[in-house]
Structures are given as C-alpha cells and as structure tokens.
C-alpha cells in the first residue's frame, strides 16, 4: 500500500488528489508544522533528511517531490491516463523551477 507523508500546507495536497482519481489504495501520515516557525516536525526527518514533504513509500521505494511523485503514479497506475505528453512534462518541470520562485516573491 502506497503510504503518503502529508505535512500541512505543502504540495502533498496534489498528491492526495491524484490519488482520488487513480482510485488507489493508500495510507495518509500526517505531520503538523510548527505553528511559530512553520517548520516540519523532527519526526519527518526520519522519512526525509530535510524534512519536506511530499514523500511517498510504495514497498520499498521512497520517492519525494511532488513532480517525480506525480510521474512515477501515473506511469507506474494510470494506465495512460492522466498522463501528459513527454513535452508537456518537460514544461511542467521547467515551469515548476523557473517561474515559480518569481511568482512567489512578486509584491501583488
């Protein structure tokens, strides 16, 4: 069973919702940030050396990064769907690199 290692407020949320759609089987631990620093609790690094989330456990594979959790479900389960073409993948990742950072430091 897919376990999910889900900290509020992260991207695992997209995970989670992939999860729905594939119709999979899976295990949710959840991890609270601190509500003062907004930090990983000390017990998700013992899942992950930083602490981040998401991560996920299939068997024995541990994956982190919603962009290469997302890829390897929907290769691995989805049977060709939900899946973009490998140019559109490249994008994502690109746009998830790249612009990302801009929007988040933008004044609006």
Known sequence: ????????????????????????????????????????????????????????????LTLAESGAIIEYLVDRYGDGRLAPRLAHRNTCDTSTGCIMPKVLQCPC
């Open 1 to 60: 069973m897919i376990i999910v290692h889900h900290l509020n407020n992260s991207r695992s949320q997209r995970i989670l919702w992939l999860l729905e759609e594939l119709g999979l089987e899976y295990e949710v631990k959840r991890y609270d940030r601190d509500p003062t620093t907004m930090l990983a609790p000390e017990s998700l690094r013992a899942v992950h050396p930083l602490g981040k989330s998401p991560v996920i456990t299939d068997g024995a």
